[in-house]
């Protein structure tokens, strides 16, 4: 029976047969019994890969942080999640230095993650479409998640595509009003300074 774990653009934890490409942590999310009982606990909110030197992790296991997963990192990155210092190094020290490129300010890992916080809470809790910023898609570089028609949808170079929990639809043309922007801003900021999410192929 699929458990409620995968993560969609907006920050919604939801159900689905679909497996994930990357795994995510907010902390402590279930109770004993495995049940989703908040949306976050931590302000670090990361996103890590599935396998990492051989370990290997029992899910939803009591007290333990709960285990999410992605589509991909553009969708971990539009649900405020961003490289894990850890098992994704590389990826973490491409983050820092496009955050330090755009002025984002400090780039330690708790300066960064105050920030994002920040940026994707309102009133206490994961934004939802009509909180967010509204802008214009050709303001915002390839990689960022926009909201439309009630649904997530990628930046391309050329337009938008669809997203699903099981990957992109096709390309078609961005319309010329402002769209909220799903992508919190100082992600935004991020990857318009040259870092480029990892896309799922579908």
Known sequence: MPLRNRVTPSGEI???????TLMGNRGV??????????????????????????????????RRWTELFFLDEATAIAAGHRPCAQCRNADYKRWQAAWAAAGLGATSADAMDV?????????GRP??????PRRA?????????????GAAWLVAEAGLRAWSLA???????????????????????A????????????
């Open 127 to 132: 934004r939802r479409p009509a909180d967010h």
């Open 167 to 189: 990957g992109y639809g096709d390309l078609r043309p961005a319309p010329r009003e402002r769209l909220p922007v799903l992508t919190p801003a100082a992600a935004v900021e």
């Open 115 to 123: 920030r994002l916080h920040a940026d994707r809470l309102g009133s």
């Open 14 to 20: 939801v159900v689905t047969e679909h497996r994930g």
């Open 29 to 62: 999310l279930h109770d004993d019994d495995g049940r989703l009982v908040r949306e976050w606990q931590v302000r670090r909110w990361i996103a890590c890969r599935l396998e990492f030197r051989g370990r290997h992790r029992e899910l939803l296991q009591p």
């Open 137 to 149: 898609v050709g303001e915002l570089p390839p990689g960022v998640m926009v909201a439309l028609d």
């Open 191 to 202: 990857i318009a300074a040259g870092y480029a999410p990892a896309l799922h192929p579908g």
